[in-house]
C-alpha cells in the first residue's frame, strides 16, 4: 500500500474549500428562514444540482448503464443523503443558529463509530469510546449553552435535536458508501463522481418531492396577496449558492483531497467547518460564539483526534 502524498499547498486549497463552503451552506440557511420552507429548499437546492449535472453525466439516467441493477442501494443513498440530511438541516437552522448546527455536525465520526458497532458489528476501541466520550460530552455543551441545569432539564432548542438526527443519518450514508452492495458499484459509475452524485440526486429528488408536498400541506394557508415563498434575487442567489458550491463543487473538491492524503488527514480539515461557521455569523449574522462554544469545539476535536491516533 503507497503512503499517502504529502500535504502540498494546492493539496490544502482543495481541502479548504469545502468547509469553507459547508460553513456558508449552514449561515445561507439560517438567512433563508422565512423566505422560503426549509424542505422546499432543499428541494429546489437538489433540482438545480442535478440540471448541472445532466449535461456531465445523464449518461447515467440510462437504461444500459448499471444504476437501475442497484436501484435500491441508490434510493437509499438518495433519501439519507439528498432527501433528508441537508432538510433535517435546514429544519434545525429555524430555531438554531449556524454555529451550533456546525459543531453538532461535528460529532458525525461519533455516531459513525456507534452505528458501525450496532448495524455491521465494527468493535469500537476503548481509544475510540474514549473518544466518543469526549465529542459527545462537546456535542452536550454545545446543546445545552454551557448550562448544565438546562442539559438536565432537556431544555434544548428544537433545532439542535434535529441536528443531532441529521448526523446520525449522514453516519449511516457513510458506512453505506464504504459498504457497498454485493458485487460492488458499476465500475463505470464509482468512478465518476458527477455520475455517482447524480444517480443519487435522481432518487433523492423523488424522496425529497414527497417531503415537500407533505410540508406544504401542513403550512397554514397564505393570507390575502401573500404567499410562503419570497421569490427574488437573494432567494435566486442562495439557491444557486447551496446548488452549485456546497453541493458540486465542495464534493468535487473533497472528493480528490481525500484521493491525495486519505480521509483520517483530511478529517482534520472537517473540522472547520464549525470555525468558518463562526466567523461568518459573526459577520454577517451578529450571532458572536460564546465561551461553551469553544469548550464544545475543543471536545469534539479532541475527542477526534483521541479515536484517530494509532
Known amino acids: 500500500m503507497t503512503a499517502p502524498a504529502r500535504l502540498t499547498p494546492s493539496t ?3 481541502l479548504l474549500i469545502p468547509p469553507l463552503l459547508w460553513a456558508g451552506n449552514a449561515v445561507v440557511g439560517r438567512m433563508m428562514q422565512g423566505a422560503i420552507p426549509p424542505i422546499t429548499f432543499n428541494f429546489l437546492r437538489w433540482v438545480l444540482a442535478g440540471l448541472v449535472l445532466l449535461p456531465l453525466a445523464g449518461w447515467v439516467l440510462r437504461p444500459g448503464s448499471g444504476l437501475w441493477a442497484h436501484k435500491k442501494r441508490f434510493a437509499l443513498l438518495g433519501l439519507l ?5 441537508n432538510a433535517l438541516q435546514y429544519m434545525a437552522l429555524k430555531t438554531s443558529t449556524p454555529l451550533n448546527v456546525t459543531l453538532v455536525a461535528s460529532s458525525i465520526p461519533v455516531w459513525m463509530l456507534i452505528l458501525g458497532r450496532l448495524l455491521y458489528g465494527v468493535p469500537i476501541s476503548r481509544r475510540a469510546a474514549l473518544g466518543s466520550t469526549l465529542s459527545l460530552a462537546g456535542v452536550a455543551v454545545v446543546l445545552a449553552r454551557g448550562d448544565l441545569a438546562q442539559l438536565l432539564a432537556v431544555q434544548f432548542v428544537p433545532g439542535d435535536a434535529w441536528m ?3 448526523s446520525i443519518t449522514w ?4 458506512w453505506l458508501l464504504v459498504r457497498p452492495p454485493e458485487g460492488g458499484y458499476p465500475a463505470s459509475i464509482k468512478a465518476d463522481w458527477a455520475a455517482f452524485l447524480l444517480a443519487q440526486i435522481a432518487f433523492g429528488l423523488g424522496w425529497s418531492s414527497l417531503m415537500t408536498a407533505g410540508e406544504w400541506l401542513s403550512l397554514p394557508p397564505a393570507t390575502a396577496g401573500s404567499t410562503h415563498i419570497a421569490w427574488g434575487w437573494p432567494l435566486a442567489a442562495a439557491l444557486a449558492y447551496v446548488a452549485i458550491g ?3 463543487l465542495a464534493y468535487r473538491c473533497w472528493g480528490a483531497g481525500v484521493a491525495r492524503v486519505g480521509p483520517a488527514i483530511a478529517g482534520f480539515f472537517n473540522n472547520l467547518t464549525p470555525l468558518f461557521a463562526g466567523l461568518m455569523s459573526a459577520t454577517l449574522l451578529g450571532e458572536l460564539p ?3 462554544h469553544l469548550a464544545g469545539f475543543v471536545l469534539i476535536v479532541g475527542g477526534i483526534l483521541v479515536s484517530s491516533r494509532r
Request: glycine residues 10%.
Open 81 to 85: 443523503g439528498v432527501g433528508m440530511y
Open 171 to 174: 453516519a449511516w450514508y457513510s
Open 164 to 166: 443531532v438526527l441529521a
Open 246 to 248: 456546497p453541493s458540486l
Open 290 to 292: 460564546h465561551l461553551y
Open 12 to 14: 490544502i486549497a482543495l
